[in-house]
């Protein structure tokens, strides 16, 4: 299944994507999911909820369905508990020289966090700084990963079983910033620099994460084009790297890395500008595209 988060009035709904159309889920079937953080209660609850989706798909001419493109679609998970996001694991990146850096392949998984308040809708603007903050935003077309089982301390073999589905992502950079120091935190959590959708789907739809291609593309350009099998560490590895130390919850958010093409990388630099169109595209998963805008305070 696809499952989004869209908004036609008030407040925003979950919405089961089925071709052009969404059917609101909380209006056909109001007591299923509690009004408050319902994308979180469903992905918590999956199992018990499935049955009643999957008879709504079922229904040979649903009582509401909404057109796709007239919706504003919000992030899938609108807040997540974590936003977490791994560096360094491409190849290609690493060898990449971004800013003239000249990096090694980790030995170790480099992870960093994104702020909550950076998460941003699949189609609405990246915000760029002003220019006397930073003129070097970039993008990173990445594959992302939404926890649905609560895990700690599991091993590789068993990370698949509590990942509840995928996202095409953008992990939004601010180079200078995210050069400043050892910890990239500030430089990937400005506001709006976190956008991922354009909805969920879920695990038992993609038999292979590993083997997707994707792409990044800026006014139309291609700038990044790769396949998910060539990540130096699995997602199945991130996972239970990341059980050791943190509890993963339904609902949190996983950025699995880049790889190369990104602006930073090219001679001279090509950072984004006000009116730049960022796209990235996914195949089985869809695809998110963002204006980016200046900074009006």
Known sequence: MQLCT???????????????WVLPVQRALPQLLRPHDAMLDLIARWDSVKPALQGLLDLPDPEH????????????????GKVLGIGLNYLDHINEKIIGEVRTAPEHQVWFS???????????????PPESVSTMTDYEAELVVVIGRRCKRVTPEQASAHVFGYCVGNDVSVRDWQKRTSQWTLGKG??????????ITTADEVPDPHSLNLRGLVNGQERQSSNTSLMIFKIWDQISVLSQAMT???????????????GAGMTPPQFLRPGDRVRIEIEQLGAIEALCAADMG
């Open 6 to 20: 869209f908004q036609t009035a008030d407040q925003p709904e979950v919405g089961l994507v089925h071709e052009e």
């Open 65 to 80: 369905k909404l057109r796709r493109d007239v919706l504003r679609l919000h992030a899938p998970v609108p807040r997540p």
């Open 114 to 128: 994104k702020a909550t308040t950076a998460v941003n809708g699949p189609f609405d603007p990246i915000v760029l």
């Open 190 to 199: 400005f506001d709006t620099h976190a956008p991922f959708g354009p909805w």
């Open 248 to 262: 993963l919850e339904p609902g949190d958010v996983i950025y699995t890395g880049t790889c190369s093409g990104v």
